[in-house]
């Protein structure tokens, strides 16, 4: 079963919250002793940041996949490091990857160390509203060029955040798989919270990775069987033929999902069930246009259903995690406790020449 650690950084002893909780999720994906140093060195510097420059924040720590279509196993996981805050920003970002800038108390390695250590990272910062940082770190110390990491070369990318309601385990889970031309990205909220909702969200899962060449509806159908012995969820299935640029749509349940299309929204409608338990009799399908400056945004009902991508987002060069993270912050506050487990998803382009 999947493992989410999430820790609120508001004081220094949260630090070392964060460390703890840095070694436990490497042990549960069996990083070595090199790379659990590694990761161990970008959360506690991240966590430190938080206090110095945002007076504290959260921190979440989970393993992901691979790219889909990369030559990476499965089994090769990562784990993902995000930062999310509501400060005052970072107004100058480029001084504050520069290597000797550092933060008080911190381990002196700086946030320029993290971006080197790290196989993935990405800071992004507004004025007034706060910062999320995102960071990746793989099993293996072989770099962007070596054999572990192959660039995704496919014209999207897929990134999230999955944040519990209860300690541990979230009743949300998202996945993104590719067979030949289709790439299909799901979001299962499995019903209630804890590990039996986490089962059946995991469940939901390993099946999209069983049957990544179904169509959304007859995926649907096939989860209805394998959740069967579950308590069920709400499941949202995007595939984009990558040939075709066609995008196809089904759900059923309260799981929310959006499609910009350049400035335009546009929902796209589940329908009442519960994937496991109640499955309708028709499953709407929705076929649509993809154009290079689409963007899926995939959720569960944690999130506000009035949340909103703000307009000076620039999420199509943005990791898509990030992105998420984004949508996540500026829809809720320092203020506002969580009540349900809440995950985004998005897919986005890949940005021309990207470094891999």
Same mark, same amino acid.
Not at 41 to 55: F, I, Q
């Given at each position: ?181 289709? =790439?299909?990205? +799901?979001?299962? %909220? &499995? $019903? ?10 995991? #469940? !939901? @899962? ?88 689409? =963007?899926?945004? +995939?959720?569960? %009902? &944690? $999130? ?10 620039? #999420? !199509? @060069? ?39």
């Amino acid at each position: 079963m999947s493992r989410i650690w999430d820790v609120p950084v508001h004081d220094a002893t949260r630090v070392r919250d964060v460390r703890v909780a840095a070694e436990q999720a490497c042990g549960h994906a069996g990083f070595g002793e090199e790379r659990e140093a590694a990761a161990v060195l970008v959360a506690t510097e991240l966590a430190t940041n938080l206090l110095k420059h945002a007076g504290g924040g959260q921190i979440l720590l989970e393993t992901v996949d691979p790219p889909p279509g990369t030559d990476a196993p499965r089994e090769r996981s990562s784990l993902q490091i995000v930062t999310i805050d509501h400060g005052p920003g970072i107004p100058d970002l480029s001084a504050a990857l520069h290597d000797g800038f550092s933060t008080t108390a911190s381990l002196g390695a700086g946030l320029g160390t993290c971006r080197r250590v790290a196989d993935d990272f990405e800071l992004h910062s507004t004025p007034g509203r706060g910062t999320v940082a995102l960071a990746r770190i793989g099993p293996s110390s072989v770099r962007r060029s070596g054999p572990r990491y192959q660039p995704d070369r496919a014209p999207v990318r897929a990134g999230g955040v999955n944040i519990p309601l209860v300690e541990g385990h979230s009743g949300d889970a998202w996945a993104c798989v590719r067979s030949g031309e289709r =790439l299909t990205l +799901l979001l299962a %909220d &499995g $019903l209630g919270h804890g590990p039996r909702a986490a089962e059946a969200s995991d #469940a !939901a @899962v390993r099946q999209l990775r069983l049957s990544p060449h179904l169509t959304p509806p007859e995926l649907l159908g096939t989860l209805h069987t394998a959740l069967r012995d579950t308590r069920g969820a709400a499941v949202a299935v995007a595939q984009l033929d990558l040939a075709a640029e066609r995008l196809e749509f089904s759900g059923i349940g309260n799981v929310g999902a959006r499609l910009r299309s350049g400035d335009d929204w546009q929902p796209l409608l589940s329908h009442p069930g519960i994937v496991g338990a109640h499955r309708p009799a028709h499953i709407p399908h929705q076929r649509l246009p993809w154009t290079p400056d689409c =963007l899926l945004v +995939l959720h569960s %009902d &944690g $999130l506000p259903s009035r949340w909103s991508l703000r307009p000076d987002v620039p #999420a !199509a @060069v943005l990791d898509p995690g990030v992105t998420a993270a984004l949508i996540v912050r500026d829809s809720s506050s320092s203020a506002r406790p969580v009540r349900d487990d809440t995950t985004v998803a998005v897919l986005s382009p890949t940005p021309p020449n990207r470094e891999p």
